[in-house]
């Protein structure tokens, strides 16, 4: 450990620093430890729940090609039904097992405080705030993306890879694939809300949050929804498969949830399971490093890769001091 985590004030718990890049991305290759690092990701318990409920809801539930291949409010209805409940159940879970229950009190959590309020949320109090703009304006724009999606390549607008005959391709697209576009693309336009207008006008409200729950995954300004869930474009580029779709509404919709949830680790009686991400913390701690997510290390690469250690906090320190002097 390379100085000591640069957190939250009042942290309670003290992850292990410093966060590494992925072995994938070492150079010189690492190729034992990246082939385990491919193997976690995949077995990640997240991920494997997002494949879960994409193959139970490929398979039983969702609407057939025949319906999709034209807009209809009653396919788009079941969609926005089903990520209701989905989005709702996992960040809404999350908070009432954290924060309602308090089933671990602070165990790992990364700062002391609790969901606050005031003027500046809307409805005056944090998760009220959160829970408004992600089941409102989160939840629509999450579902009009899909079902366009959706409709693109059941009506013949799109080729996509066939399961019967592409099923290593699809797997690994639902997974590392969309992991990876995701990050990459989260980068991009986070990076690009943080300029300062398109950050005062829209990227503000997500950072209300300096403490975030569960509920602030998606908790943002409408216009940055349309934004941020224009990743579903992507798969208009690159050949898909409707489990790649629903993979990638989860790993956007519902995934911002754990990765938000304040806790490093959620208990279960004696087992544990990784939620909240440090890397992320950071972010909403000192707004100008960790654009992106650790998975895709474009914020290695862009210099604004902040490893939670001391040593990082001060060249933070000193690259905020010579942009206030130039």
Known sequence: MTGGYQGVANSDYQPPVPIEVPAVFSWPPRPVAALRWVVRMITYPWVLLYMALSIAIWQ???????????FGMEWIAQIWIRNVVVVGGIAGGLHWWLYIRRAQADEFKFNRRWPGAGAKFTFGHQVRDNVFWTMTSGVGFLTAYEALTHWAYASGLLLRHDWSTHPVVVVLLATLGVVWVSTAHFWLNHRLIHIVPLYRRFHA??????????????SMHPWEHLIYFSVFLIWWVIPAHPLVILMCTFYQGPGPAPSHAGFARTRFGRFTVPTGDLFHQLHHRYFEVNYGNTQFPIDQWAGTWHNGTSVAHERLKGRQRADQQS
């Not at 039983?60 to 034209?70: G, I, N, Q, V």
């Not at 409200?205 to 998606?218: A, M, Q």
């Open 60 to 70: 039983w539930f969702l609407p057939p090609d025949e319906a999709m291949a034209s």
């Open 205 to 218: 409200l997500h950072h209300r949050n300096p403490n975030p729950t569960p509920w602030t995954g998606i």
